[in-house]
C-alpha cells in the first residue's frame, strides 16, 4: 500500500474533462503520461520521475500526472495509441510532445523548462515564446486528409532568433540541421517587421511578455530557412526505458503501453532541434497551412526557385598548371557560376586531411609532395543541383575506376601519367561542401552604411546587388547617426575639415548600417561601391553602386570600411554584442 501512495503523489490522476481544465490551471511545468484506459500509464518512466522530483525539488512549479485519453475530449486524437505520450503543459499551454518512452530525451526537457522557469522568476531572462501545440481529432471527417497532407508536407519553417545571429551560432545550427539529413532550401536574413513576428508568433500573443518578445525580435537580423527532408523515411525510434536490455517484444500485458513496437513517422524539425539543445534558438513551424503561408511571405518566388547548391570544387597543381582554362570552358558550358576562386599552396597536414581517402595506396606519399609541390585551385561553384552534378561530371576517385563505369567523365579526360588519381575534387555532400568552403574562404567581415537620402526603392535594390555578389548580411541596424554614433564609424576623418558636413548628411534621417560577410569582404565591398565621387564612378566603374545612385561625394549613398581594423574597431563599437560565425586565418 505504501508503494500505491508514492505513485499517487508522484502522478496525479486525470480522468475527465473538469480534472483536465482543473490541471490546466497550473503554475509552472506539467508533465502528462497520455494512457489509454486498456494499457494504463508508462510504469518504466515513473522512476526517472521521482528521480527528477526528488533532486530539483520544485513542487510549485513542477507537476506529473497521467491523463486517459478516453475521458477528457481534448485527449480524442490519442485513442487506440498504444505508444507512450508525453506532453509538457506550461502555465496551461501545451507546448510540447515526445512520443515514445525516450527517457533521455523527456529527461532533457524537464530541466531545460525547469531551468528556463527558474531564470525567468529570478529575472535573468525574458519568458520564451513557444508555439502551443494543437491535436488533431482523429474522429472527424477531414482528419485523414489532414494526416495525409501533414506526412506529404516536407517542408518547415525555421528562424534563427536575432540573438543566435548576433552570437555566432547560425552556423552552428545549420551545420546540425543538415547533418540530421534536412535540407535547407532556401535561406534569408532580414530584420522582421513587427506584423511578421505577430503573424509567425500569434498562438503565443496572450503571453505576458509577448511584447517584450516582439521588440526583441525586430531589433536585429533573424536567418529565415525554409528546411525540407529526403523522401526516405526515419529509421524506427529506439526505446531507451529502465532495462534496455530486454529487446524482445512479449506478449500484450498490463505494461503492453511501454513495450510497444516503435512506429515509423515523419522527421520532426521542432523535436531534433530540441533533442540538440539549440530549440532555445530557433523557432520551428510544420503546421501545412503555416508553412505555406509563411514561404509566401518570405520566400514569393520559392515555387519557382530552381535547388541552387553550392560545392567546392579543387583542381590539383598539375591540371591547375597544364589545364586551367580547358576546365573553366568545361564548368561554363555545364551552367555552373564561379562564385569564389583562389589559388592555394597546401600544407602537408592539409594535403593528407584532402586525400586521406588514399593513404593506403602505395603511391600515397607520392600524392602528398604532389599536392604541397605548387598551387592548387579552389574554386566555388554554383549551380542547380550543384553537388551532385558536379560529382557525376568529374567521376570516380581513381582513373582505373573511371575507365571501368565512366569513361566520358572529366577524371578520365584530364588523366596524368604521373599519378593514377582524379585530378578533380568535389564535395561529398552539402554539409561538408560548407565546411569545406568555409575553411578554404573563411569569411572576412566590413561595415557597410547605407546613407539616409537613399530611397526605399534604392535600398531594396542595393540589398539585391549585395545578395548577388554574394555577401551575407550578418547583422543591420536602422539608426539615426548622432554626431556620437557617427564617431563610432567615421572615426578617422573626425578631424577634417568637411567631417561637419558629413554629420549634417547623416542627421537627416536613419541609416542602415550592416555587417557584410564574405571571403575579401572589404576589397569585394569597396569595388562594389565604386569611387567616392559618384561622377568618377560613371566613368570608371559604371555599374557600381555609387555610378547607379550617388548624386554627390557627400550624397553618395554608401559608405565601407578601409581596411581590417577599421571595419573591426568600427563593428566592434556599433555592434557590441555581435560575434564574428568564422574568423579569418587562411
Not at 507512450?84 to 527517457?103: D, H, Q, R, T, Y
Not at 557525376?392 to 579526360?413: D, R, W
Amino acid at each position: 500500500m505504501a508503494g500505491k501512495k508514492r505513485e499517487i503523489q508522484l502522478q496525479a490522476v486525470i480522468n475527465s474533462q473538469s480534472l483536465w481544465d482543473e490541471m490546466l490551471q497550473n503554475k509552472g511545468l506539467t508533465v502528462i503520461d497520455v494512457y489509454q484506459a486498456w494499457c494504463g500509464p508508462c510504469k518504466a518512466m515513473q522512476t526517472l520521475f521521482r528521480k527528477l522530483k526528488n533532486e530539483l525539488n520544485e513542487d510549485e512549479i513542477l507537476h506529473f500526472v497521467v491523463a486517459e485519453a478516453n475521458s477528457i475530449a481534448a485527449l480524442q486524437p490519442f485513442r487506440d495509441n498504444c505508444e507512450p505520450i508525453f506532453l509538457f503543459s506550461l502555465n496551461g499551454k501545451i507546448v510540447g510532445k515526445i512520443e515514445g518512452a525516450n527517457a533521455p530525451l523527456v529527461n532533457q526537457k524537464i530541466i531545460n523548462l525547469i531551468n528556463e522557469e527558474r531564470k525567468i522568476a529570478a529575472g535573468e531572462m525574458v519568458r520564451p515564446q513557444y508555439h502551443e501545440i494543437t491535436f488533431v481529432d482523429s474522429d472527424t471527417e477531414d482528419a485523414g486528409e489532414t494526416f495525409n497532407e501533414n506526412v506529404d508536407q516536407l517542408h518547415s519553417i525555421a528562424i534563427i532568433k536575432p540573438e543566435a545571429v548576433t552570437t555566432g551560432k547560425t552556423i552552428e545550427i545549420k551545420e546540425k540541421i543538415i547533418s540530421a539529413g534536412f535540407v535547407i532550401e532556401a535561406e534569408d536574413k532580414r530584420v522582421l517587421t513587427e506584423n511578421q513576428v505577430r503573424d509567425f508568433y500569434s498562438q503565443i500573443a496572450d503571453e505576458p511578455d509577448f511584447e517584450d518578445f516582439v521588440t526583441l525580435m525586430t531589433t536585429g537580423i533573424s536567418c529565415i530557412l525554409v528546411v525540407s527532408q529526403d523522401n526516405g523515411q526515419e529509421p524506427p525510434r529506439k526505446e531507451n526505458v529502465s532495462n534496455p536490455e530486454k529487446k524482445e517484444l512479449k506478449e500484450p500485458s498490463e505494461n503492453h503501453h511501454e513495450m510497444a513496437t516503435p512506429t515509423v513517422m515523419k522527421k520532426s524539425l521542432q523535436e531534433y532541434l530540441e533533442r540538440q539543445n539549440i530549440s532555445q534558438f530557433c523557432d520551428v513551424e510544420e503546421n501545412t497551412t503555416n508553412v505555406n503561408k509563411f514561404i509566401d511571405i518570405f520566400f514569393p518566388d520559392f515555387k519557382s526557385m530552381s535547388k541552387l547548391e553550392k560545392t567546392l570544387a579543387l583542381l590539383r597543381p598539375d591540371l591547375f598548371q597544364e589545364k586551367k582554362e580547358d576546365v573553366f570552358n568545361i564548368i561554363k558550358d555545364e551552367g555552373f557560376k564561379i562564385l569564389m576562386q583562389r589559388q592555394i599552396v597546401l600544407s602537408e597536414e592539409e594535403a593528407q586531411t584532402l586525400c586521406k581517402e588514399y593513404e593506403n595506396e602505395d603511391y600515397f606519399g607520392n600524392l602528398i609532395e604532389n599536392m604541397t609541390s605548387g598551387p592548387s585551385l579552389a574554386l566555388v561553384l554554383l549551380r542547380e543541383n550543384g553537388l551532385q552534378h558536379w560529382k557525376e561530371l568529374i567521376g570516380p576517385s581513381t582513373v582505373e575506376e573511371a575507365k571501368e563505369h565512366l569513361p566520358e567523365s572529366l577524371c578520365v579526360q584530364f588523366a596524368t601519367e604521373s599519378l593514377p588519381i582524379n585530378q578533380l575534387y568535389g564535395s561529398d555532400s552539402l554539409e561538408a561542401a560548407e565546411r569545406e568552403i568555409q575553411y578554404f574562404f573563411p569569411p572576412q567581415n566590413t561595415l557597410a552604411l547605407i546613407k539616409p537620402h537613399a530611397t526605399h526603392k534604392q535600398r531594396e535594390e542595393i540589398f539585391s546587388i549585395i545578395k548577388e555578389a554574394g555577401f551575407d548580411i550578418t547583422q543591420m541596424k536602422e539608426m539615426l547617426l548622432t554626431k556620437d554614433k557617427a564617431n563610432k564609424i567615421y572615426f578617422k576623418i573626425t578631424n577634417k575639415d568637411f567631417y561637419k558636413d558629413v554629420l549634417e548628411i547623416l542627421s537627416e534621417g536613419p541609416s542602415v548600417v550592416m555587417v557584410l560577410t564574405k571571403w575579401n569582404a572589404i576589397s569585394d565591398w569597396r569595388r562594389l561601391m565604386g569611387p567616392t565621387d559618384p561622377e568618377e564612378a560613371k566613368l570608371l566603374s559604371p555599374e557600381s553602386i555609387r555610378a547607379r545612385f550617388g548624386i554627390t561625394i557627400l550624397r553618395n549613398i554608401v559608405h565601407g570600411s578601409s581596411n581590417t581594423q577599421e571595419a573591426m574597431e568600427a563593428i566592434d563599437r556599433i555592434f557590441e554584442e555581435f560575434v564574428p560565425e568564422n574568423s579569418e586565418e587562411h
